[in-house]
């Protein structure tokens, strides 16, 4: 149990690193972008500057918030706190989805007035490139970490600064093209990337309702078969598991011979709960051990 808390804490401290390098990343693209909005005096690259505002903030919101998912269980919560990581990541989905409506209008709003999109300069694009080039880093990174760690909400994180990726992306293609006569084009795009924020909506919520409902962490027959096949047990029944912030929890009766001294079917549940973490990558296992 010691090695478990000190494993969690160890999660918990490298995920707000993560996140509090992520906000340095997010503010040198923040104030890049201010530059470059102001300078070429277009709005939409402004807006995108306070939605990268936004990230930062969320960075900061988050590296509290994973302080609080990874205390240890209490009276209130003898599962933990895990599952605040991932009301976090779902949190997200509500900001994407106030990014494809403002995207939505903005894109529909051009279209309806015939609006070029905003003319950058040289050096304007190659800043915002360089935005660019940041993002898809933090974006990588994060998704990278996010797996590493288990962690529902740096993956959840990822998908939207990978969101941010595509707006900047919008931005830059509108302009070029602007240039060579076509226009319409960014509008176009954008609607495209408002499909693609529904998507990735759609992934976070896939992976993280399961886990908020409860939904079994391994299959019962797996967890039967391999509690089964240990010396001693005649069956397995009463399976139960779930998962939450990459832990994965499990209940389990087992039946053995009720002749057995409660020493002997001690170490036979014992055994058990080694062999479910063995083979099932199960980090806590409750064994119940009842007699034939």
Do not use: T, Y
């Given at each position: 149990m010691v090695v478990a808390r000190a494993a969690g804490r160890d999660r918990t401290a490298s995920i707000q690193r993560?996140?509090?390098?992520?906000l340095a990343a997010n503010l040198?693209?923040?104030?890049?972008?201010?530059?470059?909005?102001?300078?070429?005096g277009s709005l939409s690259v402004i807006s995108d500057a306070v939605h990268a505002s936004v990230d930062a903030f969320n960075n900061i919101v988050f590296a509290v918030l994973i302080r609080y998912?990874?205390?240890?269980?209490?009276?209130?919560h003898p599962y933990g706190h895990g599952k605040f990581e991932v009301l976090g990541a779902l949190g997200i989905v509500i900001f994407l989805a106030v990014a494809s409506l403002e995207l939505l209008k903005s894109a529909v709003a051009r279209l309806a007035a015939d609006t070029p999109p905003p003319i950058l300069t040289g050096l304007d694009l190659w800043l915002l490139g360089g935005t660019l080039a940041i993002n898809i880093w933090v974006a990588w990174y994060e998704a990278r970490k996010g797996h590493q760690y288990g962690s529902p909400l740096l993956m959840a994180d990822a998908a939207h600064t990978r969101v941010d990726v595509m707006i900047t992306t919008t931005v830059i293609i509108g302009s070029i093209v602007s240039r060579a006569g076509v226009h319409h084009v960014d509008s176009f795009v954008t609607l495209a990337v408002v499909l693609v924020i529904g998507r990735v909506a759609y992934q976070i919520l896939r992976r993280g309702v399961p886990v908020l409902v409860d939904q079994?962490?391994?299959?019962?027959e797996a967890v039967r078969?391999?509690?089964?096949?240990v010396t001693?047990?005649?069956?397995a029944c009463d399976i139960r598991s779930r998962l939450a912030a990459g832990v994965a929890f499990a209940e389990i009766t087992i039946k053995v011979s009720g002749a057995l001294p409660v020493g002997e079917a001690h170490d036979i549940a014992d055994a058990v709960e080694r062999r479910l973490k063995d083979d099932l990558k199960l980090d806590r296992v409750v064994v119940h051990v009842e007699p034939c």
């Open positions: 993560v996140f509090l390098g992520l040198v693209v923040v104030g890049a972008k201010v530059v470059i909005g102001v300078s070429a998912a990874g205390a240890e269980a209490d009276a209130n079994a962490a391994q299959e019962p078969r391999s509690a089964e096949g001693g047990v005649h069956s």
